[in-house]
């Protein structure tokens, strides 16, 4: 397990004011880190992972047997921070029947005709499993913001400008939203994924060096990162202003793959440990039948 102190380093206190820049996307997060070195960081960074993974696998099935609960793991980042790959490495060693990955693209006209949060509500997870939005309703203040134009019908009515406002009220709208969910059983887990601007750089560099990875690549991540900087003041008003106690927000170094998915993997199995979870009590009317079952099949 990585220490407390060290996934509070990571995480947005709700309410503080909150600097996107005092958060390192490299590997240096404390004076700690720097005097432990690189190399040994990253061999304990796989330590934690593997471990991580062991214990995600019991604690999903846990999950899905008390059925109660419900987690929802919300990913954000610039394009190349890393989301696919975390998902493929932190989710592999669990049962697929508990896990739904939805990514969400530029709405649809008919998903712009409703209100921003009802594509992403029908795709919630149910009791007893894990749910991974793959991008999410955080788009509608952070893409949508940098590029107004993409509200479409969505716009604000005529007396009320598209100023801060209107994004405070998206603000509050989403903390009410997840709100409702964690009082309602579902565990709201979310990262941003924190990867650095040459970074990206070097991992678009080889998306374009390397034929298998040309898909990965569009000419509009190209246009985006002309924005990077309107993202990042986007980033950081959503985070501070949406990061609650209910809710916080990770910010997650992705410059190196390690430290990412080691961080994300131990804070989601930190996080389904603490529900105190059971397997499910059997009455003692059942276990009469359980044992009649036993005796009838150790007969035949
Ligand atoms: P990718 O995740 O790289 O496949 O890209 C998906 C694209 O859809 C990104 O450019 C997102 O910014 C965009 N997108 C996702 N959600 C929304 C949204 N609510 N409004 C507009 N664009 C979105
Ligand atoms: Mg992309």
Same mark, same amino acid.
């Given at each position: 397990?990585?220490?407390? &102190?060290?996934?509070?380093?990571?995480?947005?206190?709700?309410?503080?004011?909150?600097?996107?820049?005092?958060?390192?996307?490299?590997?240096?997060?404390?004076?700690?880190?720097?005097?432990?070195?690189?190399?040994?960081?990253?061999?304990?960074?796989?330590?934690?992972?593997?471990?991580?993974?062991?214990?995600?696998?019991? %604690?999903?099935?846990?999950?899905?047997?008390?059925?109660?609960?419900?987690?929802? /793991?919300?990913?954000?980042?610039?394009?190349?921070?890393?989301? &696919?790959?975390?998902?493929?490495?932190?989710?592999?060693?669990?049962?697929?029947?508990?896990?739904?990955?939805?990514?969400?693209?530029?709405?649809?006209?008919?998903?712009?005709?409703?209100?921003?949060?009802?594509?992403?509500?029908?795709?919630?997870?149910? +009791?007893?499993?894990?749910?991974?939005?793959?991008?999410?309703?955080?788009?509608?203040?952070?893409?949508?913001?940098?590029?107004?134009?993409?509200?479409?019908?969505?716009?604000?009515?005529?007396?009320?400008?598209?100023?801060?406002?209107? =994004?405070?009220? +998206?603000?509050?709208?989403?903390?009410?939203?997840?709100?409702?969910?964690?009082?309602?059983?579902?565990?709201?887990?979310?990262?941003?994924?924190?990867?650095?601007?040459?970074?990206?750089?070097?991992?678009?560099?080889?998306?374009?060096?390397?034929?298998?990875?040309?898909?990965?690549?569009?000419?509009?991540?190209?246009?985006?990162?002309?924005?990077?900087?309107?993202?990042?003041? %986007?980033?950081?008003?959503?985070? %501070?202003?949406?990061?609650?106690?209910?809710?916080? =927000?990770?910010?997650?170094?992705?410059?190196?793959?390690?430290?990412?998915?080691?961080?994300? %993997?131990?804070? /989601?199995?930190?996080?389904?440990?603490?529900?105190?979870?059971?397997?499910?009590?059997?009455?003692?009317?059942?276990?009469?039948?359980?044992?009649?079952?036993?005796?009838?099949?150790?007969?035949?």
């Amino acid at each position: 397990m990585i220490r407390r &102190d060290i996934i509070d380093l990571l995480t947005v206190t709700p309410g503080k004011k909150f600097k996107l820049k005092d958060q390192n996307p490299g590997w240096k997060q404390s004076e700690e880190f720097a005097d432990f070195g690189k190399e040994a960081l990253k061999e304990k960074a796989k330590e934690v992972l593997e471990k991580n993974l062991e214990d995600l696998a019991g %604690a999903q099935d846990l999950l899905y047997a008390d059925g109660r609960y419900s987690v929802l /793991i919300v990913l954000q980042a610039m394009d190349a921070a890393g989301k &696919d790959g975390t998902i493929k490495h932190v989710m592999s060693g669990v049962n697929p029947q508990g896990c739904q990955v939805f990514s969400f693209k530029k709405p649809s006209t008919e998903e712009l005709q409703h209100n921003f949060l009802w594509r992403y509500s029908k795709c919630l997870p149910e +009791r007893g499993r894990i749910g991974i939005f793959n991008r999410s309703y955080y788009e509608d203040v952070l893409v949508v913001k940098v590029h107004p134009e993409l509200l479409g019908r969505q716009l604000p009515r005529e007396k009320e400008k598209l100023g801060k406002k209107f =994004w405070a009220k +998206r603000y509050e709208d989403i903390n009410a939203f997840e709100r409702h969910l964690t009082r309602n059983g579902t565990v709201v887990l979310k990262f941003f994924l924190n990867v650095s601007k040459e970074e990206q750089k070097a991992r678009f560099v080889e998306r374009l060096s390397r034929p298998e990875k040309y898909w990965k690549f569009s000419t509009s991540d190209l246009t985006e990162r002309g924005f990077w900087n309107d993202y990042m003041a %986007a980033y950081e008003d959503a985070l %501070a202003a949406t990061s609650t106690k209910w809710a916080p =927000w990770h910010v997650v170094p992705a410059d190196y793959k390690w430290i990412t998915r080691a961080v994300v %993997a131990d804070i /989601i199995t930190t996080a389904i440990h603490g529900l105190e979870l059971r397997y499910p009590q059997v009455s003692e009317e059942q276990q009469k039948l359980l044992e009649e079952a036993r005796i009838k099949l150790a007969a035949e």
